[in-house]
T-cell receptor
Framework: AQKVTQAQTEISVVEKEDVTLDCVYE???????LFWYKQPPSGELVFLIR??????QNEISGRYSWNFQKSTSSFNFTITASQVVDSAVYFC???????????FGAGTRLTVKP | EADIYQTPRYLVIGTGKKITLECSQTMGHDKMYWYQQDPGMELHLIHYSYGVNSTEKGDLSSESTVSRIRTEHFPLTLESARPSHTSQYLC?????????????FGQGTRLTVV
């Protein structure tokens, strides 16, 4: 069975603070992919990053960084120097070997206040 | 920018009406999905398709039905809408057979049944 847990339902920070969104996953597959999506108030899901299970290198893209730790089954997402435009719901997702579907976490609503 | 389109964006309809939510993609993706999402909540997979003439039910039971007569088109139909069907419906597509690919999402249809 595959499962994605985002324990933080809502996070509120003040602009310029750093914030980390947690994602913990469960899977029996040896090969799998992890994803982060952003859902702004307009409703569409915007793809942010993809990481495969064999690549544990952390990645940085501008103010965004991702920390993948296979030992703890976690794929956390950090926003540095947050901005009001970062306010959205962020979803972590997992796709396993069966390729049937992408399993999403419950999402974390991030509010960045000016 | 993803080439996947959903219409209508917003729909308010009376109980008992038949409705069809449209979803089209121009990326030639074989795999398509429908997710149901209550505001600010997690995404639930209700239908997916591997390609033309393929339709499968997802994790969440739904009274809706889907069809896949053409690769680019994956409409969702509710024969008799009820207030419990009020939700956001998100369509997505991805390449099939390639795990190393994200799903691309449409902008969603916000359905309200009164």
């Amino acid at each position: 069975a595959q499962k994605v847990t985002q324990a933080q339902t809502e996070i509120s920070v003040v602009e310029k603070e750093d914030v980390t969104l947690d994602c913990v996953y469960e899977t029996r597959d040896t090969t799998y992919y992890l994803f982060w999506y952003k859902q702004p108030p307009s409703g569409e899901l915007v793809f942010l990053i993809r990481r495969n299970s064999f690549d544990e290198q952390n990645e940085i893209s501008g103010r965004y960084s991702w920390n993948f730790q296979k030992s703890t089954s976690s794929f956390n997402f950090t926003i540095t120097a947050s901005q009001v435009v970062d306010s959205a719901v962020y979803f972590c997702a997992l796709k396993g070997n069966n390729n049937n579907d992408m399993r999403f976490g419950a999402g974390t609503r991030l509010t960045v206040k000016p | 920018e993803a080439d996947i389109y959903q219409t209508p964006r917003y729909l308010v309809i009376g109980t008992g009406k038949k409705i069809t939510l449209e979803c089209s993609q121009t990326m030639g993706h074989d795999k398509m999905y429908w997710y149901q999402q209550d505001p600010g909540m997690e995404l639930h997979l209700i239908h997916y398709s591997y390609g033309v003439n393929s339709t499968e039910k997802g994790d969440l039971s739904s009274e809706s039905t889907v069809s896949r007569i053409r690769t680019e088109h994956f409409p969702l139909t509710l024969e008799s809408a009820r207030p419990s069907h009020t939700s956001q419906y998100l369509c997505a597509s991805s390449e099939y057979g390639n795990m190393n690919t994200e799903a691309f999402f449409g902008q969603g249809t916000r359905l309200t049944v009164v």
